[in-house]
Every structure is written in structure tokens, then in C-alpha cells.
């Protein structure tokens, strides 16, 4: 072979090579709770509805309330045997063939049990968890084994366990994985190494809470906002400074919902206050008069989500859309769909359309606008479930108290 071809040769090689890392880096997928941007959006929502054909299912050990992760052609997915054992499960996202299983002991006993809270996170090769009593494990992902260890009481100062355990999701926010361990000494969130687990940065809080964080430019500066113990709170998202707080009902002990990103504002969901949203000033601190109240929706657990550029949320009486441009008017709300109902559900939200997912565990697909809802499909998926369902291409992954699922849609998405 001539240097010429030889040369050439290479050329094709390192193109196709080229080609296969953009389609991997292209793969979609749902790595942490509520997806890629932590919102509960995909354009993967179908156009029309078709019942989903239930592709495979893996039986679990009890349950548990992370939801599934789908990165790599991998799901992941928290199980638990009750005063015995956590497990942390992989699986082919295609065949459901399982992968590996990492199991930590766990003889804790926490009120509502002592299974994982917590979704895992997949990133850069690596599955990252986090257990109900503080247990922080990072592990490769396409052998199952160990990289590196945390726990938040003894590393971060954490005190006691909460209540109803460890609840708020390790995510990714610019390359670290962030984490709320609620500990003393300004250790409240902290930012860590993926590699190795060393801390990157520190911020101060008052404790942990029970719900999830979310990230976003605020008042033209990158924060990680979130509740703690005393109410919710920004940090700066590259050194973990606390840029603000603001006083929130935290009465009963817990908050459930996440904050909820809107057109650069923060939307507040909850059981015990009016849903509010709120802006920021310039240099990312957050005004504390709310610009719109809505008294309608009123979620003990349902985070709420955006679509387009309306709002849906979930509560005990079923589904509420709001419009953020008309101070959180409501336009609609539907408590007769048997998928809207229930003490906690889901939505899977793009421009126009939405899936939503209830108790009951019945999975709807409706249209959304200003006018109303309109429900173009509802079937049956699990037995019900209180975790959130992830959406790849036309694969939709859930799991109850006994089992995995995942589904698959044919028709137009």
C-alpha cells in the first residue's frame, strides 16, 4: 500500500470515528431526574397516539422511589429489600438483559422505609446514588464496580438523619455532582469530583429538605436553586456562595415539589402556600415579592411542569394549566381523567403536548393550549407508581413497587 493510500485511509477512519462520536454524543437520553435539564421536557412526546407495546420488564426486590435513568444504551434503576439491602440496578435500555447489580447493606429503619429516595445519575461513564440514610456511591458504569464512597454524616457533617430520609437527587450542574448532605459547618450543598469524589466547593444552609434541585441562569448568574431545612435558597453554581433566601412555609417539616424554572423566573409549588412565581434582580438576587399567585394548585408532592409556554401541574384534584404571562391565570383544570389523579403524578411536557402519568399508574398523552385538554390516548403501564418515568425516542421507561417496564410508541412522533 502506498503513503498516499495509507494516508487517505486514515483520513476515512478518523471521519467515521468522527461520525460515531457525534451520533453517541447525539444519543438521547434521560441521565438524572426530570431529564437532561432537570424540567420534565423532551420533543420526544408523540404527535399521536398509539397504545405502547410493552417492549420487556425485570422484576425488583420492593420498593423504592428513584426514578430510572437512561444514559448509553444503559437504564439504571434503585431497588431495595425491606431491613436488608439497597440495590442498584443496570440493565440494556433495549432488551432489558440486566447488566450488573451493586447492592449495599441497609438494615435502617426510616419512617416510610428505608429504600432509596433519590434518582440515579448517569454522566461520563459513571452511575452516581445516593441512599436513604446518606450513602453516597459512585460506580462504573458498564462493570458495576466501585470508584469512590461519600457519606454525608461522617464527610460532611450531615447530624442526624432526616425524618424521612435523604430525599434531594444527585445531579449535574457544569461538570460537578452536586449534592445536598444538609451538614454543618457550610457544607449544606456541595459540589464534588466526578473522578474522585473531593469536594470542589462548599455552600451554607440550614439543613437538608425533601425535594430536588434545579440549576439555571437567574439574574444573569448561573445558580443552583433549592429548599433547605429554613426555606429556598440560590447558590452560586461555580463556588457555591449563598446569594440568597427566602422565607417559605416549612411548617409541617418537608416540602416535596421541586422549584420550577420559568423564562428565567422561579416558580414555588406547594401544599401549604399559594403557587407564586417570582423574579430576580440584576446580579442573581431573587425579589421577595412574588410577581403572580395562583390559589388553585396546591401540590402535596407534584412538581409542576413547563410546556411551551404555559404550566401544568398536578395536584390531588387533577390537572391545572397556567398561563406565567397572565399573572398564573388559570385556563383549565381536569379532575374526571382517572390518569390525572392521585397524591402524586408526572408530566413529560413539549410545546402543545404532554404525557401524564398519575397513582393509578395510567399513562395519557393530551394536547395542550389555552383552550382546554384534550386526551388522545390512556392506557394502563404499571400497577402505579410514585417515581418519575423517563422518556428516550420512543421509549418510556416506569417501574412500581415490583417491576421495570419499558414501552415502546409506534406511530408519528
Known sequence: MSRGMKVAGFVVMAALAGVA??????????????????????????????????????????????????????????????????????????????????????????????????????????????????????????????????????????????????????????????????GTRGRCLVALNGDTGATVWAGKGSGANYSNLIAGTFGGVEQIIGYDAGGLRGWNAKTGESLWTL?????????????VAVGGKVLLASEDEDTRLYGFKEGGKIVPKPEATNGELAPEMSTPTVAGELVLGLSQNGLICMDPANKLKTLWKDGKERAFMGSVGFVVATNGRALVIGDPGILALITVDKGGVKVLGTEKVCKGTQCHPALVGNRIYFRDSKNLYCYQFGGAK
Open 247 to 259: 422565607e417559605v412555609d416549612v411548617s409541617k417539616g418537608y416540602i416535596v415539589p421541586s422549584p
Open 21 to 182: 462520536r457525534a451520533q453517541e454524543k447525539a444519543e438521547p437520553n434521560w441521565p438524572q431526574w426530570r431529564g437532561p435539564k432537570l424540567d420534565g421536557q423532551s420533543s420526544d412526546v408523540p404527535k399521536a397516539w398509539s397504545p405502547p407495546k410493552l417492549l420487556w420488564q425485570q422484576a425488583l426486590a420492593g420498593a423504592a422511589y428513584g426514578s430510572p435513568s437512561v444514559a448509553g444504551g444503559v437504564v439504571v434503576v434503585t431497588d431495595h429489600k425491606a431491613e436488608k439491602e439497597d440495590y442498584y440496578r443496570a440493565y440494556d435500555a433495549a432488551t432489558g438483559k440486566e447488566l450488573w447489580t451493586y447492592t449495599v447493606p441497609n438494615t435502617n429503619e426510616i419512617d416510610y422505609g428505608a429504600a432509596p429516595r433519590g434518582t440515579p445519575l448517569i454522566y461520563k461513564g459513571k452511575v452516581y446514588v445516593c441512599g436513604a440514610p446518606g450513602d453516597v456511591h459512585c460506580i462504573d458504569a458498564k462493570t458495576g464496580k466501585p470508584v469512590w464512597k461519600k457519606d454525608f454524616l461522617t464527610d460532611f457533617g450531615g447530624g442526624e438523619v432526616p425524618t424521612w430520609g435523604f430525599c434531594s437527587a444527585l445531579v449535574q450542574v457544569g461538570g460537578n455532582i452536586i449534592a445536598m448532605p444538609g
